[in-house]
């Protein structure tokens, strides 16, 4: 069985930090590429930032120089270090794993974590 559980959400003041994280089982976690999303009330669920099995990271516009995406792969475990958070930060974060390398696989969420930022 493939689990993603993601913890860390809370509510924080505007400009404060929050660190996610995604731990996994029932996958060759390294093998994987990563990604953090998130969805707002009301809005689609957009994605915020990947990191491939190589560890190369990429990011929304949004939350350049302000999120880090990160892995363990000893761990199991992905990472989302989010500083100077806004209150449009406010969103479930989910993270998924994907093998974009082997066609026809299967995708993975997670069930998401709850961030709120206040103004």
């Known amino acids: 069985q493939v689990l993603l559980v993601e913890s860390g959400g809370d509510l924080v003041q505007a400009g404060g930090s929050l660190t996610l994280s995604c731990t996994s089982s029932g996958i060759g976690f390294r093998f994987y590429t990563m990604d953090w999303y998130r969805q707002a009330p009301g809005k689609q669920r957009e994605l915020v930032a990947t990191i491939t099995s190589g560890g190369r990271a990429t990011y929304v516009d949004s939350v350049k120089g302000r999120f880090t995406i990160s892995r363990a792969n000893a761990k199991n475990t992905l990472y989302l270090q989010m500083d100077s958070l806004t209150p449009e930060d406010t969103a479930v974060y989910y993270c998924?794993?994907?093998?974009?390398?082997?066609?026809?696989?299967?995708?993975?969420w997670g069930q998401g974590t709850q961030v709120t930022v206040s103004s």
């Open positions: 998924r794993a994907a093998r974009p390398d082997l066609a026809g696989s299967s995708v993975y």
